[in-house]
T-cell receptor, first 110, second 112 residues
Framework: DAKTTQPTSMDCAEGRAANLPCNHSTISGNEYVYWYRQIHSQGPQYIIHGLKNNETNEMASLIITEDRKSSTLILPHATLRDTAVYYCIVRVGSDYKLSFGAGTTVTVRA | DAGVTQSPTHLIKTRGQQVTLRCSPKSGHDTVSWYQQALGQGPQFIFQYYEEEERQRGNFPDRFSGHQFPNYSSELNVNALLLGDSALYLC???????????FGPGTRLLVL
């Protein structure tokens, strides 16, 4: 599996967009980018995933660069409930496991 | 639509004992994965069950075993508990293609 690099932590203001970067420079052509988040003491929550096109759902947008070596998760209007650890995961479609790193601790401040 | 459920929510055991954790998958899912999350770390993959068989395993010793039942629910068994087995144990369910896994709330195990 390709490794990912994320900042350890970041703060953002409530109501503003939160842009979470992820570097995956060794990603292969058949590897997907997944984002999960984990609010304190709860199970991880699926956010979004993509292969090479940008994706959007009711929670967030995923922007993948053309060379696929990095991506950004965008939370359009952060709320206090978005405070969590965010994990960027690269996964081969045929692999059954998710390989979590340390993630980014995001703190949304009022 | 019920999500992934796990039981019990908390458990305290002593070293050397055995423990069984249970998981019911999200409605419509037939594949169950188990993860261990130590304090301050990301979840680590233990194994995945599909069609009542273990089809992929992570780097965990044989003390960790599992089972999947015909109704797709699953159990995780850990024998000869060590202090280092203290962790949050997470169950995730998915369709067989496994594109997206949905996690339960976890079982917090403390080994004394």
């Amino acid at each position: 599996d390709a490794k990912t690099t994320q900042p350890t932590s970041m703060d953002c203001a409530e109501g503003r967009a939160a842009n979470l970067p992820c570097n995956h420079s060794t990603i292969s052509g058949n590897e997907y980018v997944y984002w999960y988040r984990q609010i304190h003491s709860q199970g991880p929550q699926y956010i979004i995933h993509g292969l090479k096109n940008n994706e959007t759902n009711e929670m967030a947008s995923l922007i993948i660069t053309e060379d696929r070596k990095s991506s950004t998760l965008i939370l359009p209007h952060a709320t206090l409930r978005d405070t969590a650890v965010y994990y960027c995961i690269v996964r081969v479609g045929s692999d059954y496991k998710l390989s979590f790193g340390a993630g980014t601790t995001v703190t949304v401040r009022a | 639509d019920a999500g992934v459920t796990q039981s019990p929510t908390h458990l305290i055991k002593t070293r050397g004992q055995q423990v069984t954790l249970r998981c019911s998958p999200k409605s419509g899912h037939d594949t169950v994965s188990w993860y261990q999350q130590a304090l301050g770390q990301g979840p680590q993959f233990i194994f995945q069950y599909y069609e009542e068989e273990e089809r992929q395993r992570g780097n965990f010793p044989d003390r960790f075993s599992g089972h999947q039942f015909p109704n797709y629910s699953s159990e995780l068994n850990v024998n000869a508990l060590l202090l280092g087995d203290s962790a949050l144990y997470l169950c995730a369910s998915s369709f067989p293609t496994g594109e997206t896994q949905y996690f339960g709330p976890g079982t917090r195990l403390l080994v004394l």
